[in-house]
């Protein structure tokens, strides 16, 4: 028997959720959208002048070492500039020891030319099998068309020239503005790091402070002691190009202190091109000496020199070393390779200092006393 259904009886009417878009959230994820797209587009096409701020910030930074210095006995203007003069010198010696020797060997080759095509005009005939391919594919002849054929490309040639010039000019522009940007954060930069600093509460703005400081020594420290150690090995290959005979050894030993600045491969790089120049420099005594000498010092400055200059200085991990230098050389090249150790360390102070205060954020808050009870009104 089933329960009679009293026929008064009304199920309650189904309600169905329907969606409740507020327009007010609606434009306001609208215009974050657009505003994010648009500062996308703005950093892209400014990517260059930041590039050079960037650039710049990090110039006087390790500027700032010597510049603090000197400014304890001169006023700090003269300080930049002596530091600036000094600067200036270090391309011009460096052009006074290269392009000499560049010079005389074009010199050299130039009025040697005859001659080397005299010798190998006779080494041609007097190999049978050289005699045999130039016979099958004429190749003086083919090489004396091409030579008519120079006069003709004179004008590429001054397009490529023209093109070169305006390159280096362009570089000697961003040059000079990142030297005269870094002039100015060197002049300035501290008083507007104050002036921000004041608008953070003390204990804040202490920290704050406390960390840039850090920062910069850090950097300064890294660019000193890379800076050391690449004399230390330009004046120790200059040693050893000297007793080998190899000429133009200043020179060279100019390319070990560039290359030896890149980290993890320059050094390796550097020895490689030197040693290529021993190849025509009794050989294989040279080259031998030098290779065993390169192995050798490598391993004293990976092992002994280049530690001590990072614990003193950045104290940044091997590994985040490694995987700092291939984005930075991947992002920017040569010269996102020599700013990324600092850059990595800065980087790596800015989370300690955070989680640090944190932290003590977090204690204080539960060491913090309870507010005492509302007393009942009545």
């Not at 009679?4 to 169905?16: F, H, N, T």
């Not at 083919?142 to 030579?147: G, P």
């Not at 920062?215 to 090995?233: I, P």
């Not at 890149?262 to 000496?289: Q, W």
Request: hydrophobic share 55%; aromatic share 8%.
């Amino acid at each position: 028997m089933g329960v009679p259904i009293d026929p008064k009886r009304q199920e309650p009417p189904v309600v169905q959720a329907t969606p409740y878009f507020s327009t007010r959230a609606v434009t306001r994820t609208l215009l974050i959208t657009v505003t994010f797209a648009i500062t996308l587009y703005l950093l892209y096409l400014l990517r260059k002048p930041i590039g050079w701020v960037l650039i710049a910030a990090f110039l006087a930074v390790a500027l700032s070492g010597p510049v603090n210095r000197l400014n304890e006995h001169m006023r700090r203007g003269f300080a930049i500039a002596i530091v600036y003069l000094g600067l200036l010198l270090i391309p011009i010696g460096i052009g006074a020891v290269i392009v000499p020797p560049l010079v005389e060997q074009g010199n050299n080759l130039i009025q040697n030319l005859p001659e080397y095509a005299a010798d190998a005009q006779e080494f041609v005939e007097k190999d049978e099998r050289l005699r045999r391919i130039e016979r099958d594919y004429n190749i003086t002849e083919k090489l004396q068309e091409q030579a008519e054929r120079l006069p003709g490309r004179i004008g590429d040639a001054a397009n490529i020239l023209g093109d070169i010039g305006l390159g280096v000019v362009n570089s000697l522009f961003a040059l000079f503005t990142i030297l005269v940007l870094a002039a100015f954060l060197l002049g300035s930069g501290k008083n507007w790091v104050n002036r921000a600093l004041e608008l953070r509460p003390p204990a804040e703005a202490a920290r704050l402070r406390a960390a840039f400081d850090h920062m910069g020594h850090a950097v300064g420290g890294y660019v000193g002691g890379m800076l050391a150690q690449a004399t230390l090995a330009a004046v120790s290959a200059y040693i050893v190009l000297s007793i080998l005979g190899v000429p133009f050894a200043a020179a060279l030993a100019i390319i070990i202190f560039f290359a030896d600045l890149v980290p993890l491969v320059g050094a390796t790089i550097g020895a490689l091109l030197v040693g290529i120049v021993t190849l025509f420099t009794d050989f294989p005594t040279a080259t031998i000496v030098w290779a065993i000498y390169s192995i050798v010092y490598q391993q004293v400055e990976n092992n002994f020199i280049q530690p001590q200059i990072q614990r003193r200085a950045v104290n940044v991990h091997p590994f985040i070393v490694v995987v700092a230098v291939l984005f930075g050389s991947t992002l920017v090249g040569v010269l996102g390779a020599l700013v990324a150790i600092p850059v990595a360390a800065s980087v790596q102070i800015a989370i300690r200092e955070w989680w640090s205060w944190r932290h003590d954020r977090t204690v204080g808050e539960l060491l913090a006393p309870e507010p005492p009870p509302k007393k009942a009104a009545g």
